[in-house]
Structure formats: structure tokens, C-alpha cells
């Protein structure tokens, strides 16, 4: 039997959270009987030469370029195409029209309309036409990664058959290692008995750095034990008080990095405060790692966690405030169970093979439909 051949439309590959999860999904999807072809809408991207090493790769200036890739009768020709997000996914409908069976892909929740970009509005009014009965344009499966997806974009008007696939993260990868921590820990000036909370996001309203920065003044007073590594880009141009404050020099902030796995291993907690999420693959990378987390109930966080962590709602400070404090406060050997716990939880439910396998098996269904 040859391979499920897919044709991803995706608007760049800049690192970001559904940028990087496709990118693990090529890796991976040799292994499950899936080729990929990823076409882009804009040239370039720090991610574009890893998606190359295990898919072949173009860029197309507009919808009219992307129809080529579907104009061949080669073998080469995909049988089905998959948008990621909402530009990607409005391009994928308008280029297969009804040839082929159509995915969306869409890994975000979006909170706030108005503060989303013009194209992300201009792309969701278009997705809710395409989402008619009758409409020539309509996706065969809308695949989300959350339940809280799943809802907001049925609010949104997007009724379609909706699938929920996880994220997931190699495992054989991100593991606890005692001697990367050591360097790692080194390198960051971090002291024995200090502890280290990890943030890592780009700088963006949505994920909660003011009100981090707000808690992270409160516990500083109070712990000088803790120390604030933020990773992200743009968040070493953030402006808050805490940097003018005597706790300045106990925040370390970086930009965009490529080697998360060593921030992890430093790591005694991470935490995500955002406003909104749909599934944070940091925060399984973290687990992954043996790292406890601190989360929003936002998307599916509370679910990743489980008991392996602390969650606390949105947009409280004083609810982050304590919960940090809380892991903070607590034992090493306590911190030390709970990341064991948070490791497990992904070892069993957010692997990278299980979510490629539900890709592929997801592929497979709607071809033996169509």
C-alpha cells in the first residue's frame, strides 16, 4: 500500500505553536505511512529547514501559485490537503475546491475578535461562509486540539465535523537530564538553592507577561530564593516596573531560542499565565522534562496537568502569586515528584507518535469516505 500523500498549507514557517507542531508532524509521519508536501505563503522561516528534512517544501506568492501543486497527475499529486490556521486554511479550501477531501487545522482560541489580526478577521468571515450546507467550499474535517477549540469556533459559526487531536512531543527527546541541568543551570548564574521559574512565549498581550511580571515583583520581596527566566521574542524590549526595581538583576530575559531543551533542564517550574490558549506545547515539553508546571485554565492546560501541577484562573494575580509561591516554597523532593508525575502524564497521553498516528488516521477515514 503507498503512502498518504497530504499537501499542507500553512502561511510561514516562523516558529510559533502551530508552525512548530506541523513541523513534528512531518518528522513523525513517515513512520505512520504519510508523506507531506508543505507549501507556503511567504518565503523563508527559521522553521522552513527542518520541515525540509523530512518534507518537500515550496513557496507560493498567492492562491494561484498553491493551484499548481494540485495540477499535476503525476504521483506526486497529494490526496488531500490540510490548511493550518486561518489564512492556511482559506487558501487550502479556495485551491482544492472539490477535487480533493479539505482539512482545517486550526490551533488556537481565539478570546477577542477585535484584537486579532486583520488578516486572522478577514480569514474567520471567509471560513464562516465556506462553513454552509451548501457550500462548494465547506472543509471535510476541522481538526482542533482542544475541546475549548472545538466550542469557540463553533461560536464563531465555523459548524463543520470537528476532530480533537492532542499535541505531542518526543519523548525519547525531552527527558530529565541531570547533567544538562548542571551546565544549563551554570550558564543561566542560577545558584544551587535558587529556583528557577520558566516562562516561555513570544511577547504578545494574550499571554500574560504583565500579569507574570506583576506576581513576580510580589514573590521576589518576599523569596529571594526566586529567579524569573523568560524566553520569547520580544520579551527582552517588554517594559514593566520590575525592571527598574531591585529585583531587575533576578529576571533573565532572552529572545527567540532554538534550544528550549536547555531552559527546561534549568528549569524548577514552569509556568503559563496566558489569557488564552488552546494546548501550550511548552507546558508538555516542560513535563516532559520532569519540570512541574503553574497554568491558566485556559484551552486544555487544567487537562494537560492534572494533578501533576497547580492551576489557577486567567487573569489573577493574586491567584498566580500564590500558586508560584506554593512551588516555590515547596521541597525539592516535592517539586522532584511532581515533575516525575508531569513526565508520566505525557509518556501516556501526548506523544508524538500518538499524534501522528490520529493524523494519519484521520487522513485514512476521510479517503476511504470520499
Known sequence: MRDTRVLHIINSLDRGGAESNLAR????????????????????????????????????????????????????????????M??????????AGRRLPVVWCLRHVPADIASESRTTRASLRCLRRWCAPASRRRPNLV?????????????????????????GVDVDRLIPDAQ?????RRALQLGDDDVAVLHVARAHPHKGHRFLLDAAMRI?????????????????????????????NRVRRFGDRDDLESFYAAADVLVSPSLTESFPTVVIEAMSCGVPCVVTDVGA????VGDSGVV????SVDALEAALARMAGASRETRDELGRAARRRVVEHYTLARMAGAFAGAYRSLLVGA
Open 25 to 84: 508532524l512531518c518528522a513523525e509521519s513517515a513512520a505512520c505511512g504519510v508523506s507531506n508536501t508543505v507549501l507556503t505563503l511567504k518565503q523563508g522561516g527559521v522553521l522552513r529547514e527542518s520541515v525540509a528534512q523530512h518534507a518537500h517544501v515550496v513557496a507560493a506568492a498567492n492562491v494561484f501559485d498553491a493551484r499548481r501543486a494540485l495540477s499535476s497527475r503525476s504521483s506526486t499529486a497529494p490526496d488531500l490537503v490540510v490548511g493550518w
Open 86 to 95: 486561518y489564512a492556511g486554511s482559506v487558501a487550502a479550501s479556495a485551491v
Open 143 to 167: 481538526v482542533v486540539n482542544s475541546q475549548a477549540g472545538q466550542a469557540v469556533h463553533e461560536s464563531l459559526g465555523l459548524r463543520a465535523n470537528y476532530c480533537v487531536i492532542g499535541n
Open 180 to 184: 544538562r541541568r548542571q551546565s544549563a
Open 220 to 248: 521576589m520581596r518576599a523569596a529571594p530564593a526566586v529567579k524569573l527566566v523568560m524566553v520569547g521574542a520580544g520579551v527582552d524590549s517588554l517594559e514593566h516596573p520590575i525592571f527598574a526595581s531591585a529585583a531587575a
Open 301 to 304: 492546560s487544567a487537562e494537560i
Open 312 to 315: 489557577v484562573a486567567p487573569g
